[in-house]
């Protein structure tokens, strides 16, 4: 069993930037993915980015690629999400998930474990 808490989230001015981090207990896997997801009022949660554990393998998705930068710390459990130039479309509330099997890393369906999730707001 794995938890996650997001921290990190608020509010900033549009061109700004936020730092979330990810902070897992329990088992992880250092092959097996962890990522952020992202869900705006009315819209479907969408992938933002995904990293292993170990930090070996990262994928982004085509909204923030060049903005944001994720990363991990395994000694310490925890991902993290660089957000960059943010945009008022980047409004949303951030989740946290984590994986334990494989296959696609882009579906919220694929991921087993989520965190409660935390509110960034751009403002323009």
């Known amino acids: 069993q794995v938890q996650l808490v997001e921290s990190g989230g608020g509010l900033v001015q549009a061109g700004g930037s936020l730092r979330l981090s990810c902070a897992a207990s329990g088992h992880t896997f250092s092959n097996y993915y962890a990522g952020w997801f992202r869900q705006a009022p009315g819209k479907e949660r969408q992938f933002v980015a995904a990293?292993?554990?170990?930090?070996?393998?990262?994928v982004y998705g085509d909204s923030v690629k060049g903005r944001f930068i994720i990363s991990s710390d395994n000694s310490k459990n925890t991902i993290y999400l660089q957000m960059n130039s943010l945009k008022p479309e980047d409004t949303a509330v951030y989740f946290c998930?984590?994986?334990?099997?494989?296959?696609?890393?882009?579906?919220?369906?694929?991921?087993?474990?989520w965190g409660p999730g935390t509110q960034v707001t751009v403002s323009s």
């Open positions: 998930a984590a994986k334990s099997r494989p296959g696609t890393v882009y579906t919220a369906l694929a991921y087993e474990y």
């Open positions: 990293v292993t554990w170990s930090g070996n393998s990262i």
